[in-house]
């Protein structure tokens, strides 16, 4: 069983950064692609970024540019930084976790995690 815990998630202005944490506990961090997904009010939940157990990286059209994924095995940690961020940014942002390589990196995802809350407004 993998549980996934985000944090970083919080209140910024329009042009400013915030870095996500998701923290991973169970079966093999490293074996695991990652995903970041986001929900705003009123929408459907929208793919963001994904990285794969060997390092592939993949972007959503809309954040590609302004954000950067990244996984630190050690530590069982993926992050997400955002950087300009805009307020149709705002949205409740999810953690997902799938085994292995063989996936599609912005659909398929068994654990997902509770969200945490970022708010972009002046």
């Known amino acids: 069983q993998v549980q996934l815990v985000e944090s970083g998630g919080g209140e910024v202005q329009p042009g400013g950064s915030l870095r996500l944490s998701c923290a991973a506990s169970?079966?093999?961090?490293?074996?695991?692609?990652m995903g970041w997904f986001r929900q705003a009010p009123g929408k459907e939940r929208e793919f963001v970024a994904a990285?794969?157990?060997?390092?592939?990286?993949y972007y959503a059209d809309s954040v590609k540019g302004r954000c950067a994924i990244s996984r630190d095995n050690a530590k069982n940690t993926v992050y997400l930084q955002m950087n300009s961020l805009k307020p149709e940014d705002t949205a409740v942002y999810y953690c997902?976790?799938?085994?292995?390589?063989?996936?599609?990196?912005?659909?398929?995802?068994?654990?997902w995690g509770q969200g945490t809350q970022v708010t972009v407004a002046s």
């Open positions: 990285i794969s157990y060997s390092a592939g990286i």
């Open positions: 997902a976790a799938q085994y292995g390589d063989n996936w599609s990196p912005r659909r398929d995802y068994r654990y």
């Open positions: 169970g079966p093999p961090f490293s074996r695991y692609g």
